[in-house]
């Protein structure tokens, strides 16, 4: 084995150009795994946001048609003719509403921490340009194919196993003391500027792609922040409920409730029960989150936040699902998609508030007293 002389190494600008090219190194593979990442965590919100949201979108579009042809009605004007038509062109026809025939099913948003781990390491160790060679090149290239389609599916088992792969793998590197390595730096140099450059272009694109700038918005808690979008379609359904409401004739005016509202009247033709009349035997679904369910929860549930919903319908038993979250704005989501793939499942009418106020059995995940978060 051939040792590099001292004169190699004392040379200042090739020992300068080696550090520039470790430090680039370094950050064109941290880059490159980042912006493959969040494609990844783009495509997967993408499509959970579909077919989670979908109905819900949907629904808004109904109620805004509703308003529409209502105001037209009430005043024949021909421009809310004109509107009512438009607004009833774009809402889509109910068969054609939740997931698509073929479409894949929905996947986390971002995978667990050690796929994470797994794919980063992965990433830099066997990224096809980290040689010159082309049939090594090509070996990287199609062992990378594996290891990206393994993430993007959350695969971490599968991770694991194209890690041990590699590992039992040679791995070849160029020499040191090639008298072709200062120029060889130089070009590597002035590749990995370029590719730098390239990469932070893709990750502000992507940043700014629809999906993109909706996924920002919780950058650290993407699973999360499709509860947040569904809140305010919520909130923005009860706005159109109430304005459609208002126009009807003999609308009859409530007095207020000090109840919490979640779950607005679009929701009414669901499958639902009140917490009491739920049998003791019953298949529990909470759909709340991490620290709502630590907090206090029925006993036996089933926890999958509404996140992840999509993304884990295999865990769902057969069979009826009672479906709850704090008081049945987020379960009634789940319950109207499941209901939409054929899924038996009701809604539990005023959730974990309406459990606890019936006096009925819970747990909390800390050994404290529980109660409703």
């Known amino acids: 084995m051939s040792v590099p002389s001292v004169e190699v190494w004392a040379d200042p600008e090739r020992q300068d150009l080696e550090e520039r ?41 109904e109620l805004d048609a509703l308003i529409a042809e ?49 794919y980063r390491e992965l990433a830099r160790r066997a990224h096809p340009d980290l040689t010159t060679d ?25 991770l694991e196993r194209l890690a041990e792969e590699w590992s039992s793998s040679p791995d070849s590197a160029p020499a040191a003391d090639s008298p ?12 990995l500027t370029g590719r730098i450059t390239a990469l932070a272009v893709e990750r502000v694109r ?14 650290d808690e993407p699973e999360r922040l499709l509860e947040d979008l569904a809140e305010r379609l919520l909130a923005t359904a009860a706005e159109r409920q109430a304005r459609l409401a208002a126009l009807l004739p003999d609308n009859g005016a409530k007095e207020p409730s000090d109840t919490p509202q979640e779950t607005p009247p679009m929701f009414a033709q669901l499958p639902t029960a009140d917490a009491a009349s739920v049998p003791a035997d019953a298949v529990l679904l909470d759909v709340r989150e991490q620290d ?11 926890h999958i936040p509404i996140g992840q919903v999509v993304a884990r319908l295999d ?52 050994g404290q007293q529980p109660f409703v978060l």
């Open 180 to 191: 072709d390595r200062l120029a060889w730096l130089r070009q590597r140099l002035e590749w």
């Open 70 to 118: 209502t105001v037209a009605a009430l005043s024949g004007d021909p421009e809310d003719l004109r509107r009512a038509r438009e607004a009833r062109e774009r809402v889509e026809p109910p068969e054609e509403r939740g997931p698509r025939e073929g479409e894949p099913e929905a996947r986390r948003v971002r995978p667990a921490k050690e796929a994470q781990r797994v």
């Open 21 to 61: 090219v470790a430090a680039a190194e370094l950050a064109w593979l941290t880059l490159d795994v980042d912006v493959a990442t969040l494609r990844v965590e783009i495509d997967n919100f993408a499509l959970a946001h579909h077919q989670l949201l979908g109905p819900l979108y949907a629904e808004l579009d």
């Open 206 to 219: 992507l940043e700014r792609t629809p999906m993109g700038e909706v996924l920002l918005l919780r950058p």
């Open 134 to 158: 082309p049939d090594e090149r090509e070996r990287r290239s199609a062992f990378i194919a594996r290891v990206n389609e393994a993430y993007a599916l959350a695969d971490a088992e599968e």
């Open 315 to 366: 865990e769902l038993p057969d069979g009826r699902l009672y479906v709850m979250c704090r008081v049945g704005g987020r379960s009634a989501q789940v319950v109207q998609y499941l209901v939409g793939n054929g899924r038996d499942a009701v809604n539990v009418d005023g959730g974990m508030f309406a459990w606890e106020a019936a006096g009925r059995p819970m747990v909390s995940g800390t």
């Open 292 to 302: 709502e369910w630590d907090a206090g929860h029925v006993e036996g549930a089933l």
